[in-house]
Nanobody, 118 residues
Framework: QVQFVDSGGGLVQPGGSLRLSCAVSGFPINIYHMSWYRQAPGKERELVAFISNSGGSINYADSVKGRFAISRDNTKSTMNLQMNNLKPEDTAVYYC???????????WGQGTQVTVSP
């Protein structure tokens, strides 16, 4: 049974930091690329950060470059997103996403709310 536990969201002031975590079970994370997406109210879901199955390739949306850092630990089946210097426009529900390297199989986490407000 595939399970995701997305955690670490909350309310933070502008300039603050949060660390999101995604713990997965039920599938071999080492053969899945992992990503964080976010969706703000009234907007489409957008890619925030991507990390390849081995961790050797990482990409960020331009809006978060230099502020966010994605990482993974395949031995613990976890992925993290360190978010620094948060801005009000970072407010959104953040989702963990796993895509099998070969084939169409993919999974979404349940999401965690991040709110950046004074």
């Amino acid at each position: 049974q595939v399970q995701f536990v997305d955690s670490g969201g909350g309310l933070v002031q502008p300039g603050g930091s949060l660390r999101l975590s995604c713990a997965v079970s039920g599938f071999p994370i080492n053969i899945y690329h992992m990503s964080w997406y976010r969706q703000a109210p009234g907007k489409e879901r957008e890619l925030v950060a991507f990390i390849s199955n081995s961790g050797g390739s990482i990409n960020y949306a331009d809006s978060v470059k230099g502020r966010f850092a994605i990482s993974r630990d395949n031995t613990k089946s976890t992925m993290n997103l360190q978010m620094n210097n948060l801005k009000p426009e970072d407010t959104a529900v953040y989702y963990c996403y796993a895509k099998r390297v070969l084939g169409p199989t993919a999974y979404w986490g349940q999401g965690t709310q991040v709110t950046v407000s004074p």
